[in-house]
Every structure is written in structure tokens, then in C-alpha cells.
């Protein structure tokens, strides 16, 4: 099962004053099971591409086929939801969309919506504000007395309560503290990895994208510049920057090291050990030599 | 959503455009009482005459007048239909029971149905011609006297502006609030009534809090920039009044004693 778009192309206000072209003839297919990261600059349309994967948005022209759920123009509603059930969506500050009395009830909205029964949402509220960790205790409370990180866990859990296949994040830690921040990751990567869910995430930050995704998009006034494995999205250094975006920490290091050695030793590397222990190991190199 | 235009203002260059905020409010105010002046043909040809020339002076494209005019349109039609057949005077030209149509009734319809238009389209020329801040603007100096009286004037027009100025905030803000909540599987635009109605409930909750929210920052925002009130504050945009501006509150008073003069 996978992910196909074809031909994706949307208008914002067409035969208008107004009209915008937000995507222009997108083809990709992302098979299921895989952690894909969308990187563009402010406007690049990526928030507009992800509205697309659950028919929030339809396409002007093109389709989008999701295993066999097929999505064009003029696709009807009551399709949609069986839909949306299956492709989740978080969006930016997800904790905008809390508005029940308590975090249960809360989480349970989405499960009741798509039909399950009050018991089944309820053992899937305590599932779900599991995997997001937090204490059981919290269903009890009110959302809108929690801290901002927490609110953001619980509107997460909301849609993870709606058991989706297929998770789409629009820049989910926007705001988040460092810690908030790799804790939300590493629950993204742990549902990827242990629960077979396909992800689809939005970011800014470039570490991110290097670090969790098995492939990366990259996206320029409503097109598909490239989507490749990390390792050879980040080695187009000059590519990245004409785009307004950058590459990873590691890289702009390695970079600093190589200008003052004088040698290329730029490699796509991502994490800070494995970096380290590069950096070191041509350190070494460098004073046996000459 | 997004087709909803408030604060209806079309940018321009005419001669209605660079008119004082405060000579159109006063002027438009008058005439929605003027036209009542007006009980004969030729006193409301008179007024019909000025509006067209008020069209044609704002260059505004007919296009936007007409939806300015469409959301009243049917209370003109209703309006023209009810005189027309409940009005028994002059000639009949038609009768059938309990349908009566009268030369007297139509033309009472008519006279009707016309002072309804010109006072829509006078108003709608003064949205579409005059940006929301300088509307209030206008009114904030004009009510100025008021302040005599205790009333909070600059308060007054200080929550206009704001009100104005997040209508768009707020539509945004309803319009993500309805996706994220479709997501979670709600239904907006169909299903059963009862359901939809119940769909509200999570798009009115979060719009409230966000909105309460918004509040707290702007008033703590100005607060921080020094805000204090009216109290020693100057104006970016002052207010000229011009040559223009005195005609036209000219004509309008020109135009009482014309209308007495002609009217039956």
C-alpha cells in the first residue's frame, strides 16, 4: 500500500482577483510504513500539500490516491471520512482544537466521532495519553489547566485515540521546549518504527528532517524540487540555500572544519557522536601526516 | 468562507475617495433623511439624478454596488410587492379577488422601492469609497462634542477599529479550527441538522478561548508601547477637511429646500 499523487495541482480563489497557485503538478508516492519529512520555505506549499493527503483540501486538478481511497475534485464527503479515519492529522499548535471538559472526554472526541463505542474510546483514551506520556490522572482534569507542552501531548493523543494509519504533523513541535521537543520526535519515530504508522511531517528544523526521516521533500513555490534520502537531500549545500533553507548543524561544522584544514572532508553525517568521531578520527590523520 | 468581504472598500482614486471621512458620514446621514422629503415624481427624480451622478463620481465598478445591494434585495422586492397590492387608490388595472393592483398602489410601490435604493447605495458608496479606520476616524471626531456628555468617545472608536481589525484574524482563526476539527471527524456542511448543530459546539469553545486569548495580548501589547487613552495622543492620519468637502455638505443642504419647494 502507498501514497500516490498525481499531477496535484491547487488554486486558492480561481477566476478571482485573488487566485493563487499553491501547488503546481505534484507527483510523488510514499509507500506506507515510511517517515517523510517536507522541508520549504514560508509559502513553499507545504501546509497546502498536507491538507490534501486527508481532502481537507481538494485538488484542482490531479488525484491523490491513498491505498483505495482515491481523492480528485470532486470527491464526496461521505467518502472523505472514511478517509480522514484512516489518515490522522495534527496541526500546528494542535492545542487550539481542545475544548472539552476534561482530557478524557477530550480524547475521546475523535474516536466517537468515527463511530467507535463509548467503551472502546475510553480504553483508547487511556492508550493514547500513554504513548504521549503522560500520567493517567490527567484525564480527569480540565485541558485548559494544563502547561502548553501538556495541551499539546493531549491534542496529540486525540488524534492517535482515532487510530490512524497514516499520521500527518504540520510542524508539531512549533514552540515546544528542547526536551518537549525530542520527547514529541521520539514518540513520532516510536510509532513509525514499533507501530508500522506511515508519517508525513513539516518542519523548519533542518536537524529534524537529517535525524528521524527515511526521505526527505523538498518543496519551492508550490513544486517538488527533490525527495531523496537525507544523506543526498543535505549534500546539495548551495541547492538548499538559493531555497531560503539550510543544512543540519553537523554539516555547517564539518564545513567550518574543512575550510580551515583546507581538505573536503564533507560528509552527510547527522549525529553528534558519529560527527565527533569522524571529526576525531581525521584529527589524528592530520597530525601523523605531514 | 474566505468570500465574505466586510469592511467592503475599494481602493480608488476619484474625487469620492480623497473626501474627508467626516463630510461623506454627514452627508450620507442627512440624506437617509432627505429622501423622505420626497413624495412626487420630479422630487424623486431629483434624488435618483444625485445618485447616479455620486455613482459616477466614485468610478466604483457597478459590479461592486450590486453586491452591496444583493443581501437587501429581496426586502426591496417584498417591499414593492406588499404596497403594490395592499395600496387602493387611482385606477385599478387589475382585480381579482383579493388582488387588487392599482395605477396609485404601483406607483406608491415605486416611490417606495426607490427610497429604499438610494439609501442603500448612498451608504454602500461611503464603505466602498472610505477604509474602515477612516470611517471611524470620522466618527470619533464628529462625536466629539458627545465627550461633554461623559461619553467615552475615543473608547468608543477604539473598539470599532479593533472590533474591525480582527474580523480577518478571526475568520482565519474559525476556518483552522474548522479543519482541525473535521480531521477529528466532525461534520460541518452535512448529515443531519441536529448533528451539525452539535458540530458547533467545538469550533465555538476554542474560537471563544483563542479570542479571550488574543484580548489579554493586545491589551497587554499596548500597554507596553504606552497606552493610555486619548489622553496627549496626536493622529498619524489627520483628518482635511477640503474644498470638496464643503460642497458637498453644500449641495446637500441646497438640496432641503428644493425638495419642499417641489414636493406635492
Redesign the interface.
Known amino acids: 500500500m502507498e501514497i500516490t499523487v498525481k499531477h496535484l495541482t491547487h488554486i486558492y480563489?480561481p477566476n478571482s482577483p485573488?487566485e493563487r497557485l499553491a501547488l503546481d503538478d505534484i507527483n510523488v508516492s510514499i509507500p506506507f510504513g515510511k517517515f517523510i519529512t517536507i522541508i520549504g520555505h514560508t509559502g513553499s506549499g507545504k501546509s497546502s500539500f498536507l491538507?490534501h493527503l486527508?481532502g481537507?483540501l481538494k485538488p484542482t486538478k490531479g488525484e491523490i490516491i491513498i491505498g483505495d481511497h482515491k481523492i480528485v475534485a470532486d470527491s464526496k464527503?461521505?467518502d472523505l471520512?472514511s478517509l480522514?479515519?484512516r489518515v490522522?492529522?495534527v496541526?500546528q499548535y494542535?492545542e487550539?482544537?481542545?475544548?472539552e471538559e476534561t482530557v478524557e472526554k477530550d480524547i475521546m472526541?475523535?474516536p466517537l466521532?468515527?463511530g467507535c463505542t463509548e467503551d472502546e474510546a475510553r480504553r483508547r483514551a487511556r492508550e493514547a495519553l500513554e504513548w504521549v506520556h503522560l500520567p493517567e490522572s490527567f484525564l480527569e482534569r480540565s485541558p485548559?489547566d494544563l502547561s502548553g507542552g501538556q495541551m499539546r501531548r493531549v491534542a496529540i493523543a486525540?488524534?492517535l485515540a482515532?487510530r490512524p494509519e497514516v499520521l500527518i504533523l504540520d510542524e508539531p513541535t512549533a514552540g515546544l521546549d528542547p526536551r518537549g521537543h525530542r520527547e514529541i520526535l521520539d514518540l513520532f519515530q516510536w510509532l513509525n518504527k514499533e507501530q508500522g504508522l506511515t508519517i508525513i511531517m513539516v518542519t523548519h528544523n533542518m536537524n529534524d528532517a537529517a535525524l528521524y526521516s527515511d526521505e526527505v521533500m523538498v518543496m519551492d513555490k508550490g513544486r517538488l524540487v527533490i525527495k531523496d534520502r537525507p544523506e543526498i537531500v543535505f549534500s546539495q549545500r548551495e541547492l538548499l540555500f538559493d531555497l531560503g533553507l539550510d543544512i543540519p548543524q553537523t554539516m555547517h561544522f564539518l564545513k567550518r572544519v574543512s575550510d580551515k584544514f583546507g581538505k573536503d572532508i564533507v560528509t552527510p553525517l547527522f549525529r553528534l557522536e558519529e560527527t565527533a568521531h569522524y571529526v576525531a578520527q581525521f584529527l589524528e590523520k592530520e597530525k601523523d601526516g605531514p | 468562507m474566505m468570500n465574505i468581504i466586510i469592511g467592503q472598500y475599494v481602493p480608488g482614486k476619484s474625487i469620492l475617495h480623497h473626501m474627508d471621512p467626516r463630510s461623506k458620514l454627514l452627508a450620507v446621514f442627512a440624506l437617509i433623511f432627505i429622501v423622505f422629503l420626497a413624495n412626487n415624481w420630479v422630487t424623486y427624480g431629483v434624488i435618483v439624478i444625485l445618485t447616479l451622478v455620486a455613482i459616477v463620481l466614485s468610478r466604483v465598478r457597478l459590479r461592486f454596488i450590486y453586491k452591496g445591494l444583493k443581501p437587501i434585495l429581496l426586502v426591496i422586492i417584498i417591499t414593492f410587492v406588499l404596497n403594490a397590492f395592499f395600496t387602493k387608490s387611482g385606477e385599478a388595472i387589475f382585480d381579482y379577488g383579493w388582488f387588487h393592483l392599482t395605477t396609485g398602489g404601483l406607483q406608491q410601490a415605486a416611490f417606495i422601492s426607490v427610497r429604499l435604493l438610494v439609501i442603500v447605495i448612498m451608504t454602500t458608496l461611503l464603505t466602498l469609497t472610505t477604509t474602515p479606520i477612516d470611517i471611524t476616524d470620522g466618527l470619533e471626531n464628529l462625536l466629539r462634542p458627545f465627550k461633554k456628555l461623559r461619553f467615552p468617545v475615543h473608547e468608543f472608536a477604539l473598539m470599532m477599529s479593533i472590533a474591525l481589525r480582527f474580523i480577518p484574524t478571526l475568520m482565519e482563526e474559525t476556518e483552522k479550527i474548522m479543519k482541525a476539527q473535521t480531521a477529528r471527524g466532525v461534520e460541518f456542511s452535512s448529515g443531519p441538522l441536529t448533528q451539525r448543530i452539535k458540530a458547533i459546539l467545538p469550533l465555538l469553545v476554542p474560537l471563544f478561548i483563542s479570542a479571550f486569548k488574543r484580548a489579554e495580548d493586545l491589551a497587554m501589547a499596548m500597554e507596553a508601547r504606552g497606552y493610555r487613552g486619548d489622553i496627549g495622543r496626536t493622529k498619524l492620519r489627520l483628518l482635511k477637511w477640503g474644498l470638496k468637502d464643503s460642497l458637498l455638505l453644500l449641495v446637500v443642504i441646497v438640496l432641503i429646500p428644493v425638495l419642499v419647494l417641489l414636493r406635492g
Not at chain 1, 487550539?96 to 475544548?99: A, E, I, K, R
Open positions: 480563489q485573488f491538507q486527508n481537507l464527503v461521505k471520512k480522514r479515519q490522522g492529522m496541526f494542535p487550539h482544537q481542545l475544548f472526541f475523535g466521532n468515527f485548559f486525540g488524534i482515532i
